[in-house]
Nanobody, 119 residues
Framework: QVQLVESGGGLVQPGGSLRLSCAAS????????MGWYRQAPGKQRELVAR???????KYLDSVKGRFTISRDSAKNTVYLQMSSLKPEDTAVYYC?????????????WGQGTQVTVSS
């Protein structure tokens, strides 16, 4: 059984930084990608960043140059370093992992962590 545990959220001033972590526990079979989504109140969930098992990355246009996604494959952990934070970054951030068990593809979600950017 795979469990995702997120941490690192909180309250930060505009221009500040936070680093989110998502650790996957349990046995991971054929991990393809890990990423971060966010959802603000009244808005749809959107992809913020993701990284594949090959190391390629993808970012939401509005966070390019400010956010960096990275991974520690040995620990099955993905990080999101967020800098130059803006109030519009305020949202619940969700970790997502994509993997397969046999022929079954799985998208699994973390519990979410609140990021609030406010002065």
């Amino acid at each position: 059984q795979v469990q995702l545990v997120e941490s690192g959220g909180g309250l930060v001033q505009p221009g500040g930084s936070l680093r989110l972590s998502c650790a996957a526990s349990g046995s991971i079979f054929s991990l393809y990608a890990m990423g971060w989504y966010r959802q603000a109140p009244g808005k749809q969930r959107e992809l913020v960043a993701r990284i594949t098992n090959g190391g390629s990355t993808k970012y939401l246009d509005s966070v390019k140059g400010r956010f960096t996604i990275s991974r520690d494959s040995a620990k099955n952990t993905v990080y999101l370093q967020m800098s130059s934070l803006k109030p519009e970054d305020t949202a619940v951030y969700y970790c997502n992992v994509n993997y397969s068990i046999g022929t079954v593809d799985v998208d699994q979600w973390g519990q979410g962590t609140q990021v609030t950017v406010s002065s």
